[in-house]
């Protein structure tokens, strides 16, 4: 490979921090970056699970430092930026990935605006508090930095899976994350998002499949590549945007769903008799 390639993609000597690495998308967000050379703060409430995650990344030879915080408490979310610049010196890399869901409509569930709220809470207002932090800190250095958003499809798509607080929130970071991009452009902050499909492997969607029977095999017949997404998918797309091979880039979400919104969400696989020669449907 070319060096000066190999060079394009290389985050050696960066400094990330990464919310909600303690299992899931989070902690393949955080194996990317520290693969491709970064440092990495890993962050989430549950200290044994982040602290393995720590240790995990070390294995690629860079520095990684696990500091539990409620990123939804301003205090802890303060302190936990303190927490990284006093250990490494800086931020460049900032991915807002903390979040979760709860399966409540607002037609058949008024009573569940608490639940709704709370993910409002940690999916937006938190992101929104993400933001404003590491581009505090990235504007006193000077030095530029990145922030990657972690939004999803359900941010652009509708589903008939009742989450109409996880939809509009991701909306919202979506919208969030356009319009930093242009605020921060000049002083050499670049915003971007990444947006996942269906994922195996994550605890949240493990609960989802769990809960609902048939959801998994309904996310896999709406996805044009067939299979759902696997969290290794990731980490070319997060590497590529907290790369200088994304120099260029920013104010973009980019998705990473096998195809699903190129179809609108609304996709089906078709049958083999619709898509292989001499096949013929009877009846």
């Known amino acids: ?44 409430r549950r200290q044994e699970l982040i602290e393995q995650t720590a240790a995990m990344l070390r294995q690629y030879g860079v520095e990684a430092e696990a ?13 936990l930026f303190e ?20 399966r409540s409509g607002l037609r058949h569930d008024l009573g569940s605006f608490k639940r709704m709220r709370s993910v409002v809470e940690l999916d937006l207002l938190a992101t929104i508090n993400g933001c404003r932090l590491a581009a505090r800190q990235m504007l006193a250095q000077g030095t530029g930095g990145v922030i990657i958003n972690i939004s999803s499809i359900l941010g652009r798509v509708g589903s008939e899976f009742r989450a109409a607080s996880y939809h509009a929130a991701k909306g919202g970071v979506d919208a969030l994350t356009r319009v930093l991009a242009l605020e921060y452009a000049r002083e050499g902050i670049r915003v971007n998002a990444i947006a996942p499909s269906y994922f195996d492997g994550t605890e949240l969607m493990g609960k989802v499949f769990e809960s ?64 292989e020669p001499g096949h013929q449907r009877l009846g």
């Open 67 to 79: 500091c539990p915080a409620d990123i939804t408490d301003e205090e802890q979310f303060e302190r």
């Open 83 to 102: 927490r990284t610049v006093e250990r490494f010196g800086r931020l460049d890399i900032m991915v807002n990935n903390a979040g979760y869901t709860d």
């Open 212 to 275: 609902t029977p048939g959801t998994r095999d309904q996310a896999i017949s709406r996805t044009p590549m067939g299979r759902l997404g696997q969290p290794e998918d990731l980490e070319g797309a997060i590497i590529y945007l907290a790369s200088d091979a994304s120099k260029f880039v920013t104010g973009h979400i980019l998705y990473v769903d096998g195809g699903w919104t190129a179809g609108g969400g609304y996709h089906q696989i078709a049958p083999p008799w619709e898509t």
């Open 1 to 44: 490979m070319d060096p000066s390639l190999a060079q394009l993609f290389s985050l050696d000597g960066k400094v990330a921090l990464v919310t909600g690495a303690s299992s899931g998308l989070g902690v393949a967000f955080a194996r990317g970056l520290a693969r491709a050379g970064a440092n990495v703060v890993v962050t989430a």
